[in-house]
Protein backbone atom coordinates (compact mmCIF):
# COMPACT_ATOMS: atom_id res chain seq x y z
CA UNK A 1 0.00 0.00 0.00
CA UNK A 2 1.31 3.34 -0.70
CA UNK A 3 -0.88 6.41 0.15
CA UNK A 4 0.58 9.90 1.17
CA UNK A 5 -1.74 11.84 3.01
CA UNK A 6 -0.95 15.12 4.44
CA UNK A 7 -2.25 16.73 7.50
CA UNK A 8 -2.78 20.18 7.42
CA UNK A 9 -4.77 23.20 9.18
CA UNK A 10 -4.10 26.67 8.81
CA UNK A 11 -4.38 27.80 11.97
CA UNK A 12 -1.89 26.11 14.66
CA UNK A 13 -2.43 24.58 18.03
CA UNK A 14 -5.69 22.79 16.68
CA UNK A 15 -3.97 19.19 17.47
CA UNK A 16 -2.40 18.01 14.08
CA UNK A 17 0.57 16.65 15.83
CA UNK A 18 -1.12 14.62 18.46
CA UNK A 19 -3.85 13.65 15.32
CA UNK A 20 -0.75 12.17 13.18
CA UNK A 21 1.13 10.48 16.07
CA UNK A 22 -1.86 8.74 17.24
CA UNK A 23 -3.93 7.82 14.40
CA UNK A 24 0.14 6.95 12.63
CA UNK A 25 0.35 4.23 14.98
CA UNK A 26 -3.31 3.00 15.56
CA UNK A 27 -2.87 2.26 11.35
CA UNK A 28 0.32 0.35 12.93
CA UNK A 29 -2.03 -1.15 15.30
CA UNK A 30 -4.39 -2.16 12.21
CA UNK A 31 -1.26 -4.14 10.75
CA UNK A 32 -0.54 -1.53 7.94
CA UNK A 33 2.58 -0.31 7.20
CA UNK A 34 2.94 3.10 8.02
CA UNK A 35 5.83 5.92 8.75
CA UNK A 36 4.44 9.69 10.24
CA UNK A 37 7.06 12.06 8.27
CA UNK A 38 7.68 15.76 10.62
CA UNK A 39 7.37 18.78 7.92
CA UNK A 40 7.44 21.39 10.11
CA UNK A 41 10.68 22.48 9.89
CA UNK A 42 10.99 25.60 12.37
CA UNK A 43 8.66 24.77 14.65
CA UNK A 44 8.62 21.21 14.63
CA UNK A 45 7.20 19.22 17.67
CA UNK A 46 6.30 15.72 16.54
CA UNK A 47 9.94 14.32 17.56
CA UNK A 48 9.79 16.22 20.67
CA UNK A 49 6.12 14.90 21.23
CA UNK A 50 7.66 11.34 20.99
CA UNK A 51 10.35 12.42 23.07
CA UNK A 52 13.12 12.53 20.22
CA UNK A 53 15.17 15.45 21.22
CA UNK A 54 18.32 14.57 19.94
CA UNK A 55 17.61 13.07 17.03
CA UNK A 56 21.52 13.90 14.86
CA UNK A 57 19.93 13.59 11.21
CA UNK A 58 16.50 14.61 10.40
CA UNK A 59 14.61 15.14 7.19
CA UNK A 60 16.27 18.68 6.52
CA UNK A 61 19.85 15.84 5.99
CA UNK A 62 17.78 14.37 3.25
CA UNK A 63 16.00 17.30 2.09
CA UNK A 64 19.83 18.82 1.84
CA UNK A 65 20.71 15.34 -0.24
CA UNK A 66 23.42 13.00 0.13
CA UNK A 67 21.54 10.93 2.72
CA UNK A 68 19.02 8.44 1.87
CA UNK A 69 15.31 8.74 3.17
CA UNK A 70 15.57 5.23 5.12
CA UNK A 71 18.74 6.31 7.40
CA UNK A 72 16.28 9.13 8.97
CA UNK A 73 13.84 6.28 10.06
CA UNK A 74 13.56 6.03 13.84
CA UNK A 75 11.69 3.37 15.23
CA UNK A 76 9.44 5.06 18.74
CA UNK A 77 9.22 2.73 21.45
CA UNK A 78 5.41 2.26 21.03
CA UNK A 79 6.53 0.95 17.55
CA UNK A 80 5.42 4.08 15.53
CA UNK A 81 7.77 4.42 12.24
CA UNK A 82 8.92 8.56 11.98
CA UNK A 83 11.20 10.32 10.18
CA UNK A 84 12.04 13.13 12.36
CA UNK A 85 13.29 16.89 11.93
CA UNK A 86 16.61 17.40 12.52
CA UNK A 87 16.63 19.70 16.23
CA UNK A 88 20.10 20.85 15.36
CA UNK A 89 20.14 24.68 15.72
CA UNK A 90 22.06 25.02 12.12
CA UNK A 91 19.23 23.24 10.65
CA UNK A 92 16.83 25.12 12.92
CA UNK A 93 17.91 28.87 10.81
CA UNK A 94 19.30 27.18 8.04
CA UNK A 95 16.26 28.89 5.61
CA UNK A 96 17.64 27.45 2.29
CA UNK A 97 16.57 23.78 3.33
CA UNK A 98 12.69 23.83 1.71
CA UNK A 99 11.08 20.67 1.16
CA UNK A 100 10.51 21.08 -2.46
CA UNK A 101 12.04 17.65 -2.51
CA UNK A 102 9.47 16.21 -0.16
CA UNK A 103 7.46 14.43 -2.37
CA UNK A 104 10.60 12.69 -5.34
CA UNK A 105 12.05 11.79 -1.35
CA UNK A 106 8.79 9.64 -0.39
CA UNK A 107 8.38 7.56 -3.88
CA UNK A 108 9.94 4.81 -2.24
CA UNK A 109 8.55 4.43 0.58
CA UNK A 110 5.90 1.78 0.43
CA UNK A 111 3.33 2.36 3.23
CA UNK A 112 0.44 4.97 4.70
CA UNK A 113 2.62 7.99 5.00
CA UNK A 114 0.99 10.77 7.44
CA UNK A 115 3.08 14.08 6.73
CA UNK A 116 2.50 16.62 9.84
CA UNK A 117 2.84 20.32 8.61
CA UNK A 118 3.72 23.73 9.74
CA UNK A 119 1.06 26.59 10.28
CA UNK A 120 0.01 28.72 8.16
CA UNK A 121 -0.46 29.05 4.40
CA UNK A 122 3.04 29.08 3.48
CA UNK A 123 5.71 28.12 1.10
CA UNK A 124 6.18 24.62 3.56
CA UNK A 125 2.52 24.19 3.82
CA UNK A 126 2.34 24.43 -0.13
CA UNK A 127 5.38 21.47 -0.46
CA UNK A 128 3.35 19.68 1.90
CA UNK A 129 0.33 19.66 -0.36
CA UNK A 130 2.23 18.89 -3.44
CA UNK A 131 3.90 15.81 -1.62
CA UNK A 132 0.50 14.45 -1.01
CA UNK A 133 -2.26 12.72 -2.88
CA UNK A 134 -4.73 13.17 -0.07
CA UNK A 135 -5.32 15.80 2.24
CA UNK A 136 -6.90 15.69 6.01
CA UNK A 137 -7.65 18.98 7.36
CA UNK A 138 -7.58 18.91 11.05
CA UNK A 139 -9.75 21.99 12.92
CA UNK A 140 -11.38 22.64 16.01
CA UNK A 141 -15.02 23.34 16.31
CA UNK A 142 -14.45 27.12 16.12
CA UNK A 143 -14.72 29.96 13.76
CA UNK A 144 -11.15 31.21 13.82
CA UNK A 145 -10.30 27.42 12.99
CA UNK A 146 -12.71 26.61 10.49
CA UNK A 147 -12.22 29.61 8.36
CA UNK A 148 -8.42 28.80 8.34
CA UNK A 149 -9.72 25.22 7.35
CA UNK A 150 -11.30 26.89 4.35
CA UNK A 151 -8.53 28.60 3.27
CA UNK A 152 -6.09 25.29 2.88
CA UNK A 153 -9.57 23.35 1.48
CA UNK A 154 -9.28 25.93 -1.38
CA UNK A 155 -5.52 25.92 -1.77
CA UNK A 156 -5.95 21.90 -1.66
CA UNK A 157 -8.40 21.96 -4.33
CA UNK A 158 -6.56 24.28 -6.63
CA UNK A 159 -3.84 21.69 -6.54
CA UNK A 160 -6.53 19.30 -7.29
CA UNK A 161 -5.81 16.82 -4.59
CA UNK A 162 -8.67 14.17 -3.51
CA UNK A 163 -9.93 13.02 -1.49
CA UNK A 164 -10.08 16.26 0.89
CA UNK A 165 -11.75 15.41 4.75
CA UNK A 166 -11.95 17.43 7.14
CA UNK A 167 -11.27 15.78 11.07
CA UNK A 168 -12.97 17.81 14.60
CA UNK A 169 -10.89 18.21 17.01
CA UNK A 170 -11.31 18.96 20.87
CA UNK A 171 -15.18 18.26 20.80
CA UNK A 172 -16.64 19.53 23.68
CA UNK A 173 -20.30 21.05 24.13
CA UNK A 174 -22.88 22.52 22.72
CA UNK A 175 -21.43 26.20 22.30
CA UNK A 176 -19.26 25.37 19.19
CA UNK A 177 -20.01 24.50 15.47
CA UNK A 178 -21.35 21.40 14.50
CA UNK A 179 -20.26 18.98 11.89
CA UNK A 180 -22.72 19.69 9.33
CA UNK A 181 -22.02 23.08 10.07
CA UNK A 182 -18.31 22.82 9.16
CA UNK A 183 -19.12 20.58 5.96
CA UNK A 184 -21.54 22.85 4.79
CA UNK A 185 -18.62 26.06 5.45
CA UNK A 186 -15.59 24.08 3.44
CA UNK A 187 -17.79 21.97 0.88
CA UNK A 188 -15.73 18.77 2.75
CA UNK A 189 -16.72 15.95 4.43
CA UNK A 190 -16.00 15.31 8.42
CA UNK A 191 -14.58 11.57 8.43
CA UNK A 192 -14.30 12.13 12.75
CA UNK A 193 -14.77 13.64 15.88
CA UNK A 194 -11.92 14.03 18.66
CA UNK A 195 -13.27 15.00 21.83
CA UNK A 196 -11.61 16.82 24.44
CA UNK A 197 -9.57 14.19 26.26
CA UNK A 198 -7.21 15.34 29.70
CA UNK A 199 -5.29 12.52 28.87
CA UNK A 200 -3.78 13.52 26.42
CA UNK A 201 -1.90 15.66 28.28
CA UNK A 202 -0.57 13.25 30.27
CA UNK A 203 0.24 11.42 27.41
CA UNK A 204 2.52 14.14 26.23
CA UNK A 205 4.17 14.43 29.21
CA UNK A 206 5.01 10.66 29.18
CA UNK A 207 5.84 11.12 25.39
CA UNK A 208 3.68 8.32 24.21
CA UNK A 209 0.83 8.74 21.86
CA UNK A 210 -2.50 8.57 24.24
CA UNK A 211 -3.54 5.50 22.23
CA UNK A 212 -0.92 3.84 23.82
CA UNK A 213 -0.91 5.29 26.89
CA UNK A 214 -4.52 5.10 27.56
CA UNK A 215 -6.01 2.46 25.01
CA UNK A 216 -9.31 2.93 25.87
CA UNK A 217 -9.77 7.11 26.71
CA UNK A 218 -12.35 8.73 24.49
CA UNK A 219 -9.86 10.52 21.99
CA UNK A 220 -7.98 7.29 21.73
CA UNK A 221 -11.09 5.38 20.55
CA UNK A 222 -11.75 8.23 18.35
CA UNK A 223 -8.13 8.06 17.07
CA UNK A 224 -8.50 4.14 16.34
CA UNK A 225 -12.29 5.15 14.67
CA UNK A 226 -10.40 7.41 12.10
CA UNK A 227 -7.30 5.36 11.36
CA UNK A 228 -9.98 2.42 10.66
CA UNK A 229 -11.95 4.94 8.24
CA UNK A 230 -8.87 5.96 6.76
CA UNK A 231 -8.10 2.19 6.19
CA UNK A 232 -11.30 1.43 5.01
CA UNK A 233 -12.19 -1.28 7.66
CA UNK A 234 -14.49 -2.03 10.51
CA UNK A 235 -13.60 -0.98 13.84
CA UNK A 236 -15.94 -1.56 17.08
CA UNK A 237 -14.76 -0.07 20.17
CA UNK A 238 -15.15 -2.61 23.03
CA UNK A 239 -18.85 -2.73 24.10
CA UNK A 240 -17.85 -2.81 27.91
CA UNK A 241 -16.38 1.07 26.83
CA UNK A 242 -19.27 2.07 25.47
CA UNK A 243 -21.41 1.22 28.52
CA UNK A 244 -18.86 3.16 30.81
CA UNK A 245 -19.44 6.56 28.55
CA UNK A 246 -23.38 5.67 28.81
CA UNK A 247 -23.11 5.47 32.94
CA UNK A 248 -20.89 8.48 32.65
CA UNK A 249 -23.99 10.58 31.70
CA UNK A 250 -26.07 9.37 34.83
P1 LIG B 1 -0.71 21.50 16.14
O1 LIG B 1 0.25 20.47 15.68
O2 LIG B 1 -1.88 21.67 15.21
O3 LIG B 1 -0.04 22.82 16.41
P2 LIG B 1 -0.76 20.01 18.62
O4 LIG B 1 -1.00 18.60 18.22
O5 LIG B 1 0.64 20.39 18.98
O6 LIG B 1 -1.35 21.02 17.54
O7 LIG B 1 -1.76 20.31 19.83
C1 LIG B 1 -1.80 21.58 20.46
C2 LIG B 1 -2.17 21.39 21.93
O8 LIG B 1 -3.50 20.92 22.02
C3 LIG B 1 -1.28 20.38 22.63
O9 LIG B 1 -0.97 20.88 23.92
C4 LIG B 1 -2.16 19.15 22.76
O10 LIG B 1 -1.89 18.43 23.91
C5 LIG B 1 -3.55 19.75 22.85
N1 LIG B 1 -4.60 18.88 22.30
C6 LIG B 1 -4.70 18.43 21.03
N2 LIG B 1 -5.81 17.68 20.86
C7 LIG B 1 -6.44 17.64 22.08
C8 LIG B 1 -7.64 17.00 22.57
N3 LIG B 1 -8.42 16.25 21.78
N4 LIG B 1 -7.94 17.16 23.90
C9 LIG B 1 -7.15 17.90 24.70
N5 LIG B 1 -6.01 18.51 24.30
C10 LIG B 1 -5.65 18.39 23.00
MG1 LIG C 1 2.30 20.68 15.20
Redesign the pocket.
Known sequence: MRRVIGVV?GK????????VANVGLAVTGFDEESIVIDADLFTS?LGLQLGLYKSPLGLQDALEGGISVYDIIHTHHSGLKIIPTSMYPSHLFKKTVTPYRLKSLLKDIYSLILIDSP?GLGKEVFFVLKACDEVLV?TNPDIPSVTDAMRVISAARELKKDPINIVV??VKDDYELKPEEIEMMCDAPVIGE????KM??RS?FEKTPLIHYSPHSP?AVAFKKIAANILGIDYKPPSLLRLRRIFRKF
Open positions: SGGVGKTTFNPVNRIPEDIKLA
